[in-house]
């Protein structure tokens, strides 16, 4: 993605100087299972698997607090910091 809207001396940056300072928590199995079930159940075609991914991810962390500007993140229960 930041390849695509940014170009290749963006995703090098990123690489460079973001993902050194950040968490990564990769999927696995139980959570995509949860994810995709959760997109089915939703049933709603602007709540997309990433959401849905996301959503189980956070909860899993037991974070609260989102900085985002989804919208549906704050649908879920999430308190989204300005």
């Not at 940014?6 to 199995?29: S, T, Y």
Request: with cysteine; glycine share 4%.
């Amino acid at each position: 993605m930041v390849q695509n809207r940014l170009g290749l001396d963006a995703v090098r940056a990123f690489q460079d100087d973001i993902i050194p300072i950040i968490n990564i928590h990769w999927v696995d199995e139980r959570i995509h299972n949860i994810a995709i079930s959760s997109l089915l159940t939703a049933h709603r075609k602007n709540i997309s698997f990433i959401d849905c991914t996301s959503f189980e991810i956070i909860r899993y962390l037991g974070l609260k607090k989102v900085f985002t500007f989804d919208s549906h993140f704050k649908e879920q229960g999430f308190e989204v910091l300005p």
